[in-house]
C-alpha cells in the first residue's frame, strides 16, 4: 500500500511561552483558534492523496493543543483521519475530566503530558503552571476515561536541581505508573530568555549531564522500563491494538519513515523532499483559507543526507540498525576502532550501539559517520 502513513497537526496556542521555548507557539488568541483548524483541515485537504488510506499514526504536538478551544479541538479530532495510535500532548493543568473524555470521543488513544518536573522552586524557574497535584488529577481523569496509554515528559538539568531532586521526580513518575516516560536533557536554545537568565547556571550544571542521564536510566530500567530510544522508555505490555508502548509515530521518524506536518512551522519529509511550513499565523490562515498551499521552505534531500539521518536517527534505538543501503554514511575504520573500544557492535549486516556506546550518544554517532 502506497502513501505515507505518519501524520503530525501543529496546534500552536499556548497559555504562557516558557522562558527555555523555542518552539513555534502563540499566546492566547483564543479567536483565532477555530479559523486556523478550518486552515489545518484546507491544507489536510490539499495535501490528502499524499497519504496512505489506512494511517499508522496521527500526532497532535504544539504549542499545548489541550489549550485550544474545546469547540475548535472537537472539530478538528471528528475531521482527522483515523489511525491505529493517536496521540495528543497536553499540559497537566489544562486536563479535566470534560477534556479526556472529548480526546476519547475524539478518537484520541495516547496522552503525553508535559511534566517537566515535581519540584515546585523548578517548575518556577521552568515557568511552568501545572503544579504536583495537577499532574496527579490529570492522570486521574486520563484513566478514569480509560485511557490505557499515558506518557509523561521530565526535564532534567534544571538550573538548581540536585542529583536528589531527579531522583524525587523519578520516584514520583513512577508512582504514577505511566506506560511510557520521555526524560530529556534541558536544551536552552540561543536567543531564549532562559538562556540569557541561566547560561551560567547551565554551564555549571553541564559537568553532571552525564550522570544525571545515567541515573535516569539506572532508575527506570531498574523498574522495568524498556530504554528503547536515547530519552524514551516504555513499560512491558501492550495498549489495544498495538504491539508494545513504544511512541509509535516517534518511531516512524527514529525509522527515517515519510510523514506529513501540517500546521505553523510544520516539517514534512515525503519521497525525498522536504518542506516547512513558514511560522506566520496570519499568512498561513488567510492563503489557505483562500484555497491555496501556505508559504513554506523546501529542501531536496540528497541521497547522502538521507542515508545520514537513517544513521544518526537509527542509532538512537535499541534495535540494530540494518546497515544495507547506508554503508556509504558509515566509515568501516570507525566501526571496527569503536567495536574494540567496546562502544558498538557490528554482526551480520546490523549495526548497534553497546549501553556504553549509547550513554555517549551523538559523540559516538558522529564517529561512525563518513
Not at 511561552?17 to 488568541?29: A, L
Not at 498561513?284 to 484555497?291: C, F, I, R, S
Request: net charge negative; glycine share 10%.
Amino acid at each position: 500500500m502506497s502513501g505515507v502513513r505518519h501524520l503530525y497537526v501543529h496546534l500552536p496556542f499556548c497559555a504562557h511561552r516558557c522562558g527555555y521555548c523555542d518552539f513555534v507557539t502563540v499566546v492566547g488568541r483564543i479567536d483565532d483558534h477555530g479559523r486556523y483548524v478550518n486552515a489545518l483541515l484546507a491544507e489536510l485537504s490539499l495535501e490528502r492523496t499524499l497519504l496512505a488510506p489506512d494511517l499508522e499514526t496521527v500526532f497532535i504536538g504544539g504549542g499545548t493543543p489541550s489549550f485550544t478551544h474545546p469547540a475548535a479541538l472537537a472539530g478538528l479530532l471528528s475531521s482527522l483521519p483515523g489511525a491505529a495510535e493517536m496521540t495528543v500532548e497536553a499540559n497537566p493543568e489544562t486536563v479535566t475530566p470534560a477534556l479526556a473524555s472529548l480526546l476519547r470521543d475524539g478518537g484520541v488513544t495516547r496522552v503525553s503530558l508535559g511534566v517537566q518536573t515535581f519540584e515546585p522552586r523548578l517548575l518556577r524557574v521552568l515557568e511552568r503552571a501545572a503544579q504536583p497535584d495537577d499532574v496527579r488529577r490529570a492522570v486521574y481523569a486520563l484513566r478514569d476515561a480509560n485511557f490505557d496509554n499515558i506518557s509523561l515528559d521530565l526535564i532534567y538539568g534544571i538550573p538548581g536541581q540536585s542529583a536528589a531532586d531527579l531522583e524525587r521526580d523519578l520516584a514520583a513518575a513512577l508512582a504514577l505508573e505511566p506506560d511510557h516516560l520521555s526524560c530529556y536533557e534541558l536544551e536552552a536554545k540561543p536567543g531564549t530568555r532562559f538562556t540569557h537568565t541561566f547560561g551560567d547556571e547551565l554551564t555549571r550544571q553541564a559537568d553532571a549531564m552525564e550522570d544525571y542521564f545515567e541515573r535516569v536510566v539506572d532508575r527506570l530500567t531498574g523498574a522495568g522500563y524498556r530504554w528503547y530510544e536515547t530519552a524514551n522508555f516504555c513499560r512491558p505490555g501492550a495498549p489495544v491494538g498495538s504491539d508494545d508502548f513504544r511512541a509509535r509515530h516517534n518511531l516512524a521518524y527514529w525509522r527515517a519513515r515519510d510523514y506529513l506536518g501540517l500546521g505553523i512551522g510544520a516539517v514534512s519529509t515525503v519521497n525525498g523532499r522536504r518542506w516547512r511550513n513558514r511560522p506566520a499565523l496570519g499568512r498561513y490562515v488567510d492563503t489557505l483559507l483562500q484555497g491555496a498551499r501556505p508559504p513554506r521552505e523546501h529542501e531536496e534531500l540528497s541521497v547522502e543526507v538521507r542515508q545520514r539521518e537513517q544513521v544518526i536517527l537509527g542509532l538512537r534505538l535499541d534495535e540494530p540498525l540494518t546497515v544495507d543501503g547506508v554503508e556509504a554514511a558509515l566509515d568501516r575504520g570507525a566501526v571496527e576502532r569503536l567495536e574494540k573500544l567496546g562502544l558498538a557492535r557490528a554482526n551480520r549486516g546490523k549495526l548497534t550501539l553497546t549501553q556504553r556506546g549509547r550513554f555517549l550518544g551523538g559523540g559516538v554517532t558522529a564517529e561512525l559517520l563518513a
